[in-house]
């Protein structure tokens, strides 16, 4: 047995010689950083073409690694006492008009927290495109123990005439609309605007996305189109220095109403870089 | 004076009295005579109608069908009686629902088992004045063949389940005579609760049938539109439960009922005299069903009656009922299992959503109840956090504590609140409430592997991973204070080798009323037995 291994070593088609092998290994290794760094340079150039040259540009090649909103507040106090329980936001939502933003904030809250996604199907619809029901992403690996989490984000695709929100039904009624939940989870990441004027600015952005560009006829889109451009041409964001709730509720609404392309040229900008800071990808799938 | 007088007076008392009584014989013979000739009258019309009713053959009552002949005859079922088939002959078998005569008219409204069309019979020249009385005459529930034009409606027909059609009638025969007399009436027996109250209360009493008298003519309260809809739905959930889990890759298994050891417990269970000795019905499967395990059959389930002597005269409890068991082997976690499990219900509540829809509006418009809600993937909650619920809405309970009745009911309103479904599980039940048989959870010893099933509310399912190691087995039924001698044929099961597996039983009864949102499991029991009746 010893000999015959031995003597099909010496040959070299039996067994891999180790010099050779470590050999390929140093080459995969060669290969591999030789990638990194390819997709850390795609990503410098991404940055410099968009207004938010200011980006870490090793954070972009593998998706965003840090979480995006270092708020400091916890959910103890932002939600009241734990009762040893999982908090689970419900979400109702009608498959008919997805909520694109909420599945943003989703992505944000699942880097800030331990959050249990899961997607249902009520039975009052019948059936529910693929894309929807893969919305949230795959499966959490821990998701058979409920209480490892400390968020639980339940998406019910139901027939609703309105997007709804249940949390603590004991103290709470049920929150409508998809702009309003999206307050409401933003919060949760503790970095909502501190000062009443960008926060009020932040809601006046939120309203009239949701309003006038979503439910809006044509005149009333462009009119929004407008005086986004007319924004974006004066700072990156709509509100401050960094991407808020009001750039995410109305770029989804932008991206809803229809194809980027023939938006004005700084909200093209814009749109750009939301996406380049990759909360968006889960959205993307959903436009077709 | 006085006695003349008393004797006058009688005596014109008795003048008086005599007369009085001729005048009233003779009255008497006037309408004996009037009654005679009126009968001789009578009489002779019927003669002089019985010689010439020309419609003779059309109408009778049928020798009793012996096989006698086999008659090329097709008959239309009611419930396809359509606008589509306007203006064809045909020929129906039917029950006669109702009858009512108008002067020259017959209604008749017949009944085949939940559909009923209205039958028109009139003096014409297809039907003889004798034709028309001899239908209005008909009993109630007699079984009868007619042959009838169908003809479209310009009004809907309310009452009736055909509504854009009726019958009308050229031939009637009787196959089967009923007794005058019934001991309900169908019509009472199907008004919707609380609506013969009310009528009563505006001073027009209707009767409505309480449980007993249906269930002591369970024959004739079967044959009702709301019991047949429930039975044939009853028979959707049975079919659906074998579709599912045969397509998943299930062995169905049949387990004996006389057995040697009690299951679960010794209480609740009916004890036989078996030859010299005595032996004992069956609570569940659960020990065939966990050896088949052992015998490598992987997936099984099994359909067949389970017995419980749990002397309880509950809306829920019988004696005897029919259990749908499943018993699986897993690969790592017992989720698979529940997976499995909950999927096979959301089977069910689908296909019967989607092919039982008029058996349910049938049903709903005698008990009306909201439509079953559920969610796809099943909704899991965990024991913890359903006592974080009630403990929030409230209820003072400890944390390893079992849930009551009145609490489970609670929380199944509040995950309905939150969730807006009627179906969930409650997973990871503490270790102390659950037979010995319970594989307890590796991450807190306190709580287990268990998981219960819940229907608007209440309990359907209960279920586990079963230990299938006999050592801690063995452990688990002395903590539990079992004596290991007649467990011991269960416990060496496992010492050849086991996959781990976990399973679970669900109430066939239970899980028809919960769907349908009836409110006592006798209505969805056949023939329901319970500790006081035995009978029919």
Request: net charge neutral.
């Amino acid at each position: 047995m010893d000999r015959f291994r031995k003597g099909g070593g010496d040959d070299g088609n039996g067994e891999v010689d180790p010099a050779l092998q470590a050999l390929e290994d140093r080459q995969d290794e060669v290969l591999r950083r030789l990638q990194e760094l390819k997709a850390t340079v795609d990503g410098l150039a991404k940055t410099v073409t968009t207004p938010d040259a200011d980006l870490d540009a090793s954070t972009l090649s593998s998706a965003p690694a840090q979480p995006a909103f270092r708020g400091t507040a916890h959910l103890d106090s932002l939600l009241g006492k734990d009762l040893g329980a999982l908090r689970d936001v419900v979400i109702n939502a009608n498959p008919a008009h997805p909520p694109l933003s909420l599945l943003v904030l989703h992505g944000l809250l699942c880097q800030r927290y331990q959050v249990l996604s899961s997607v249902h199907v009520h039975s009052s619809v019948s059936a529910v495109p693929p894309p929807l029901l893969s919305c949230l992403g795959p499966r959490h690996r821990d998701s058979y123990a409920r209480q490892r989490f400390q968020l639980g984000f339940t998406l019910i695709w139901k027939d609703v005439a309105k997007l709804q929100m249940k949390f603590n039904t004991q103290s709470m009624c049920p929150i409508e609309g998809e702009a309003n939940v999206a307050r409401f989870l933003f919060r949760l990441l503790g970095a909502a605007p501190q000062d009443p004027v960008a926060a009020t600015q932040m809601d006046g952005w939120i309203d009239m996305a949701v309003f006038q560009l979503a439910e809006g006829g044509s005149k009333e889109r462009a009119a929004v189109l407008r005086s986004l451009n007319s924004a974006l041409g004066r700072s990156p964001w709509l509100v401050g220095q960094e991407l808020s709730l009001a750039d995410i509720v109305c770029a989804c609404c932008v991206l809803r109403a229809g194809p980027a392309a023939s938006a004005p040229a700084n909200v093209q900008h814009w749109l750009k870089s939301c996406q380049n800071l990759g909360h968006f990808d889960c959205v993307y799938p959903l436009l077709q | 004076m006085t006695k003349e007088n008393v004797q006058g007076a009688a005596e014109e008392e008795q003048q008086a009295q005599s007369k009085k009584a001729l005048k009233k014989q003779q009255k008497e013979a006037e309408k004996a005579a009037k009654k005679a000739e009126k009968q001789a009258k009578l009489a002779a019309e019927q003669q002089e109608a019985d010689e010439d009713d020309f419609a003779k053959d059309r109408y009778g009552i049928c020798p009793m069908v012996q096989s006698q002949q086999k008659l090329d005859r097709a008959l239309v079922r009611v419930q396809d009686l359509t606008p589509e088939k306007a203006e064809q002959q045909i020929w129906v078998r039917a029950r006669i629902h109702t009858s009512r005569a108008k002067g020259k008219q017959c209604f008749l409204v017949l009944r085949h088992q939940q559909f009923t069309v209205q039958a028109l019979l009139a003096v014409g020249d297809r039907a003889s004045k004798q034709m028309v009385k001899f239908a209005a005459n008909l009993t109630k529930e007699s079984i009868i063949d007619v042959e009838a034009v169908v003809k479209k409606v310009e009004q809907k027909i309310e009452s009736c389940s055909q509504q854009d059609v009726e019958l009308h009638v050229e031939r009637i025969f009787v196959i089967s005579q009923s007794e005058a007399r019934l001991p309900l009436q169908l019509e009472d027996a199907v008004r919707p609760e609380g609506e013969g109250d009310e009528v009563r209360d505006g001073g027009e009493g209707r009767a409505t049938v309480n449980q007993d008298t249906r269930l002591d003519n369970r024959v004739i309260d079967l044959r009702t539109t709301t019991s047949q809809a429930i039975f044939r739905l009853q028979s959707g959930v049975c079919q659906l439960f074998r579709d599912t889990l045969i397509n998943k890759g299930f062995v169905e298994i049949q387990t004996p009922k006389i057995i040697s050891a009690a299951s679960e417990g010794g209480a609740n269970v009916f004890t036989v005299s078996y030859f010299k000795t005595s032996a004992y019905l069956a609570q569940s499967p659960q020990l065939y069903k966990q050896m088949c395990i052992c015998a490598d059959f992987d997936k099984v389930f099994c359909v067949g009656p389970v017995f419980r002597a749990e002397d309880s005269n509950t809306h829920r409890h019988l004696t005897e009922f029919v259990g749908l068991d499943i018993e699986m082997a897993f690969n790592y976690h017992y989720h698979e299992v529940i997976d499995s499990i909950t999927d096979t219900m959301v089977q069910i509540f689908k296909g019967l959503r989607d092919r039982f829809q008029t058996e349910i509006q049938t049903v709903n418009k005698q008990y009306p109840s909201e439509p079953f809600k559920f969610l796809e993937p099943t909704l899991r909650l965990e024991y913890k956090e359903a006592v974080a619920m009630l403990k929030a809405a409230g209820v003072e309970m400890g944390d390893e504590e079992d849930l009551s009745t009145p609490n489970e009911k609670l929380l199944g309103r509040l995950v309905k609140e939150k969730y807006d479904t009627d179906f969930y599980v409650l997973d990871k039940y503490p270790l102390a409430v659950r037979p010995f048989y319970t594989m307890p959870d590796p991450s807190n010893p306190k709580y287990s592997n268990s998981y219960d099933m819940f229907m608007r509310g209440e309990e359907i399912l209960s279920g586990a991973q079963r230990v299938h190691d006999a050592q801690l087995l063995t452990e688990r039924a002395m903590h539990h204070g079992i004596d290991l001698e007649k467990i011991k044929a269960y416990i060496d099961s496992f010492r050849y080798g086991a996959p781990p597996h976990a399973g679970g039983g669900i109430g066939l009864e239970r899980v028809t009323m919960l769907y349908l949102g009836l409110h006592n499991v006798r209505q969805t029991s056949m023939f329901p037995r319970d500790p006081k009746r035995l009978t029919p």
